[in-house]
T-cell receptor, first 116, second 114 residues
Framework: AQKITQTQPGMFVQEKEAVTLDCTYDTSDPSYGLFWYKQPSSGEMIFLIYQGSYDQQNATEGRYSLNFQKARKSANLVISASQLGDSAMYFCAMREGASGNTPLVFGKGTRLSVIA | ETGVTQTPRHLVMGMTNKKSLKCEQHLGHNAMYWYKQSAKKPLELMFVYSLEERVENNSVPSRFSPECPNSSHLFLHLHTLQPEDSALYLC?????????????FGPGTRLTVL
């Protein structure tokens, strides 16, 4: 079974609109971390936002917020006020276990295209 | 220079060549990683070094040989590669805290094996 599932291969959004990118995860470990990365066409993976499994509140970083629904095992990324520069691949990733320089498991990604 | 750097950014090599990829992190982290990103596949972990010791080798063929001489530098030595090894190779580093161990990535080396 896949550990990280991103069901949307591609998404389109109008500039200045909000968009939600879906991510579901699978783990039996009570301690884990969830990450979102952005990968522009240049290739670099840019860290966006982190959510720990014990965090009571949804993480937010500027225009990025993570809609964390623990019971559903989902960690959707919400981008508000989309900009043309947001066009990129977006990857959801998970670290199983407590924080400790543990490798990440990545989903297949969602390609977001922002339309002017 | 800040963050994680990788050289070269692009590499074309024949199957009989020997080359090395270099990664350097300027973040004071104590763990470094090599990932492989092939077309239409999720990122795959290759190697993890923590405090300069290899802690994970994810069933990677021996034609890939990592080296971590110190906590700031990580190399991936390549020899007798196959065309299916063509991919984007990403290096990352992290420093675990009680709360998180966010990995920060370099720009990658795009490798083409002819």
């Amino acid at each position: 079974a896949q550990k990280i599932t991103q069901t949307q291969p591609g998404m389109f959004v109008q500039e200045k609109e909000a968009v939600t990118l879906d991510c579901t995860y699978d783990t039996s470990d009570p301690s884990y971390g969830l990450f979102w990365y952005k990968q522009p066409s240049s290739g670099e993976m840019i860290f966006l936002i982190y959510q720990g499994s014990y965090d009571q509140q949804n993480a937010t970083e500027g225009r990025y917020s993570l809609n964390f629904q623990k019971a559903r095992k989902s960690a959707n990324l919400v981008i508000s006020a989309s900009q043309l520069g947001d066009s990129a691949m977006y990857f959801c990733a998970m670290r199983e276990g407590a924080s400790g320089n543990t490798p990440l498991v990545f989903g297949k990604g969602t390609r977001l295209s922002v339309i002017a | 220079e800040t963050g994680v750097t990788q050289t070269p950014r692009h590499l074309v090599m024949g199957m009989t060549n020997k080359k090395s990829l270099k990664c350097e992190q300027h973040l004071g982290h104590n763990a470094m990683y090599w990932y492989k990103q092939s077309a239409k596949k999720p990122l795959e972990l290759m190697f993890v070094y923590s405090l300069e010791e290899r802690v994970e080798n994810n069933s990677v063929p021996s034609r890939f040989s990592p080296e971590c001489p110190n906590s700031s530098h990580l190399f991936l030595h390549l020899h007798t590669l196959q065309p299916e090894d063509s991919a984007l190779y990403l290096c990352a580093s992290s420093q675990a805290t009680e709360y998180t161990d966010t990995q920060y990535f370099g720009p990658g080396t795009r490798l083409t094996v002819l």
